[in-house]
């Protein structure tokens, strides 16, 4: 089956900074990848998704990447913010399939 | 519109109990997926139903169930709860079956002594 590796685990940065955070999928079948956020006591949050026709897609402040050839995609939040605070998990699916997700980031923004 | 409900947000049963978690998915949207979600194995799939009907199952004992009604709201079965099955459990809703544009509710805390 799908195996989806994520790093870092944690990642630290100051505000207005960029972070970056890299997954890594096992199936090349595998064609859609989506990201989610998950604030304390809340369950996780659809904030953005690609497909495998896709090599990146942006919506304001954050942006997703993918390299199907290497099998891995990425994350990117420009201009960080305290809010953004949170973990971020990735998931890979074939679309038709269940999502497989990564172990998650915690990402932390200190102002 | 109404986002995933997930009722009760927290339980406490004691070992050997059974339990019943409830998903009420975003109108539309008919299928329904259980997750669990503990520190240590991360977000876990458990089933997914589509217009009643599972769709897929992941590697989780027999002991773990559920269904889905005409109206696609599901429900999740735990029987014979054990420690271990101490975890938040998460719905997350689709106008698609499979994993895509999946939308999750709050989740149920589960606790077990």
Redesign the interface.
């Known amino acids: 089956g799908e195996n989806v590796e994520q790093h870092p685990s944690t990642l630290s940065v100051q505000e207005g900074d960029s972070a970056v955070i890299k997954c890594t999928y096992s199936d090349s079948a595998s064609n859609?990848f989506?990201w989610?956020k998950q604030e304390l006591?809340?369950?996780?949050?659809?904030i953005i998704?690609i497909r495998s026709n896709v090599g990146e897609k942006k919506d304001q402040r954050i942006a997703v990447t993918l390299n199907k050839t290497a099998k891995h995609f990425s994350l990117h939040i420009t201009e960080t913010q305290p809010e953004d605070s949170a973990v971020y998990?990735c998931?890979a699916?074939?679309?038709?399939?269940?999502?497989?997700?990564?172990?998650?980031t915690m990402l932390l923004v200190s102002p | 519109k109404a986002g995933v409900t997930q009722t009760p947000r927290y339980l406490i049963k004691t070992r050997g109990q059974q339990v019943t978690l409830s998903c009420s998915p975003i109108s539309g949207h008919r299928s329904v997926s259980w997750y669990q979600q503990t520190p240590g194995q991360g977000l876990q799939f458990l089933f997914e139903y589509f217009s009643e009907t599972q769709r897929n199952k992941g590697n989780f004992p027999g002991r773990f169930s559920g269904r889905q009604f005409s109206n696609s709201r599901s429900e999740m079965n735990v029987s014979t709860l054990e420690l271990g099955d101490s975890a938040l459990y998460l719905c997350a809703s689709s106008p698609f079956s499979g994993g895509t544009e999946a939308f999750f509710g709050q989740g149920t805390r589960l606790t077990v002594v």
């Open positions: 859609y989506p989610y006591g809340k369950g996780p949050q659809l998704d998990f998931a699916s074939r679309g038709y399939s269940t999502l497989t997700f990564g172990k998650g």
